[in-house]
T-cell receptor, first 115, second 112 residues
Framework: AQSVAQPEDQVKVAEGNPLTVKCTYS??????LFWYVQYPNRGLQFLLK??????LVKGSYGFEAEFNKSQTSFHLKKPSALVSDSALYFC?????????????FGTGTRLLVSP | DTEVTQTPKHLVMGMTNKKSLKCEQH?????MYWYKQKAKKPPELMFV???????INESVPSRFSPECPNSSLLNLHLHALQPEDSALYLC???????????FGSGTQLSVL
């Protein structure tokens, strides 16, 4: 079965510093990977996706993610964090075959950016 | 318009009540989804509709009954729920390729 793991419940960084939110995956076949962000009392917002191509994927709000096949990782990064980036971040993987419309989410990582 | 609108935002119901959650989108998406999210947990897929037909049912109890009356609307009918069904219910839509989902803000449901 397709799955993703987010090893950190919480990540704290100071504003202006680079941030990394970690995600590792376990899939059959080629992975379709995603990052979504959830602000308090809101639904999820799409940040970026990896389907094929360049290992460095650029997304919304200055975020990017690096796909690493040998380490089965898909870490989310941003060069300079903002206080407004504080939110809950979910890594997700798409299901296989007839279940391709099913997104399986990781447990989430809460990002706290201090002023 | 890139918005998915869910109503109501909050709902409190008793275990014998019947209620419905509504979801609407006008992005021309032909795939629509219901997800359930418990506090401090990731969203879990419940149902997927493609071209107004139910394509995925994640073994959801029959007290949850989805309906897709047209390509813009998605309903979730609730009947005889249990307190453990209290959660945030999220609707989403996408192209049928499901490469980017647009989520609504959700309905916070409390079952007493």
């Amino acid at each position: 079965a397709q799955s993703v793991a987010q090893p950190e419940d919480q990540v704290k960084v100071a504003e202006g510093n680079p941030l990394t939110v970690k995600c590792t995956y376990s899939v059959s076949g080629n992975p379709y990977l995603f990052w979504y962000v959830q602000y308090p009392n809101r639904g999820l917002q799409f940040l970026l996706k990896y389907i094929t191509g360049d290992n460095l994927v650029k997304g919304s709000y200055g975020f990017e993610a690096e796909f690493n096949k040998s380490q089965t990782s898909f870490h989310l990064k941003k060069p300079s964090a903002l206080v407004s980036d504080s939110a809950l971040y979910f890594c997700a993987v798409r299901g296989l075959n007839t279940g391709f419309q099913k997104l399986v989410f990781g447990t989430g990582t809460r990002l706290l950016v201090s002023p | 318009d890139t918005e998915v609108t869910q109503t109501p935002k909050h709902l409190v119901m008793g275990m014998t009540n019947k209620k419905s959650l509504k979801c609407e989108q006008h992005m021309g998406h032909r795939a629509m989804y219901w997800y359930k999210q418990k506090a401090k947990k990731p969203p879990e897929l419940m149902f997927v509709y493609s071209y107004e037909k139910l394509s995925i049912n994640e073994s959801v109890p029959s007290r949850f009954s989805p309906e897709c009356p047209n390509s813009s609307l998605l309903n979730l009918h609730l009947h005889a729920l249990q307190p453990e069904d209290s959660a945030l219910y999220l609707c989403a839509s996408s192209q049928v390729t499901a490469e980017k989902l647009f989520f609504g803000s959700g309905t916070q449901l409390s079952v007493l």
